[in-house]
């Protein structure tokens, strides 16, 4: 059998106000071409689908029509719910859907897991929305009282107080204690696909914090026995071990993934269970890039032509601010999407204090520099107002 792993598309998003809808698009095409080209048996999406609880119209369709389109291109489709989705939203439909796809945002359910059959017989795909604490422990499946106990444990061994909110990694470790139980008795090869950060797991500057409120990493042992876990959350591609991957979201969303290789994961099960995974790579919509220096530097060397066409994030090291930086940076980058102004420190000044740096200036020359500094050098009509301003308190002085 094989499987396509993918996670986190994030529908909606855009990377520093700029709209990603058409590179979304780009990527579900490249998607179904794989499922097509590889005859791929099953997809399983493994969390945050959309970027906000309330998607916008567009991103609702995509989905939609990327459902429809991995279904007729042969595939059964596994999708759960992550942090950043809705579960109710994403799944009020989910009943009403062809039986070949599968929504699944109710923790209930986590001991009904969808079956797809091969030639060496069932494989079981377990599907665990992200499960925060406070919202799901309640609707958990039933465990003994021993394990529920053992479920209080945290990582570091503290047993919380009765009555008090389970954590992050207690409210998945009582779920997969039943996924295990569950997967013992039905025997065959199994998949589990789960949104949660596992320890070892590398972040990018694109995820929502969960670590926030108790909410922390999982140990990697919890999936022990699993054939393969399907994971989701972290935005990196990574392997924490052969079993157990980040397929890492599509498209990079922060700059920190400009080197990332953004893939999905085609992952073979054979008759003994894990077969291969191979990483697809996705296409690049358009690569990111961090430049820095001074503007004219920046406008006009031939060895930044090649970023002409990337989205890119700017550092200006000009000791003065220029006027309307950004306007004229996208004339050369027009995709120039973030500008930070981080002047180079000047030798004449460096260990200086200030009554050093102001000796034998006058007052005037003080304010023209004070203005030059934060925005630019003063026009002939600004320097007269700076010039009457600075009389008017001299005067005023002069009189108390």
């Not at 990332?260 to 296409?283: C, M, Q, Y």
Request: with cysteine.
């Amino acid at each position: 059998m094989l499987v396509l792993h993918t996670s986190d598309w994030h529908l909606g998003r855009a990377l520093h106000r700029f709209d990603l809808f058409a590179a979304q698009a780009a990527f579900v095409d490249h998607l179904v071409e794989v499922i097509r080209a590889e005859q791929v048996d099953l997809v399983v999406i493994s969390g945050d689908v959309h970027d906000r609880a309330i998607p916008p119209v567009t991103a609702m369709r995509l989905f939609d029509e990327a459902l429809s389109r991995m279904r007729d291109a042969g595939a059964h489709v596994v999708v759960i719910s992550g942090n950043h989705d809705a579960p109710v939203r994403l799944g009020d439909k989910a009943g009403l859907l062809d039986p070949r796809v599968r929504i699944r945002t109710d923790v209930a359910k986590i001991t009904e897991p969808v079956t797809v059959e091969d030639a060496h017989g069932p494989v079981h795909v377990y599907a665990l929305p992200y499960l925060e604490p406070a919202a799901v422990v309640a609707a958990l499946p039933a465990v003994t009282d021993e394990a529920d106990q053992i479920d209080r444990t945290d990582e570091g061994g503290e047993v919380r107080a009765e009555g008090t909110s389970l954590t992050h990694p207690a409210v998945l470790r009582r779920a997969m204690r039943v996924v295990h139980a569950d997967r013992v008795r039905r025997g065959g090869r199994s998949v589990v696909c789960a949104h949660a950060w596992v320890t070892g797991g590398q972040a990018s500057e694109s995820e929502r914090d969960i670590s926030v409120g108790g909410l922390a990493a999982v140990p990697a042992g919890l999936f022990d026995g699993i054939t393969y876990t399907a994971l989701g959350h972290l935005h990196r591609p990574q392997a924490l071990r052969d079993c157990l991957r980040y397929s890492g979201s599509p498209l990079p969303y922060s700059f920190s993934e400009r080197t990332d290789v953004k893939s999905s994961l085609l992952v073979e099960l054979d008759a003994n269970g894990l077969g291969w995974v191979e990483e697809i790579p996705v296409p690049v919509y358009r690569n990111l890039a961090r430049l820095r220096g001074r503007l004219a530097e920046l406008m006009t060397a031939p060895v930044h032509e090649a970023h002409v066409g990337d989205f890119v994030s700017v550092v200006l090291t000009d000791t003065i601010r220029p006027m309307d930086a950004m306007t004229t940076l996208q004339r050369r980058f027009p995709f120039a999407l973030t500008l930070i102004h981080e002047p180079e420190a000047s030798e004449s000044t460096d260990g200086l204090t200030y009554r050093q740096r102001i000796r034998g200036r006058s007052d005037l020359a003080v304010a023209e520099a004070f203005v030059t500094h934060v925005r630019a050098e003063p026009s002939e009509g600004e320097r007269s107002l700076l010039q009457a301003a600075l009389d008017d308190a001299r005067r005023s002085e002069e009189a108390a």
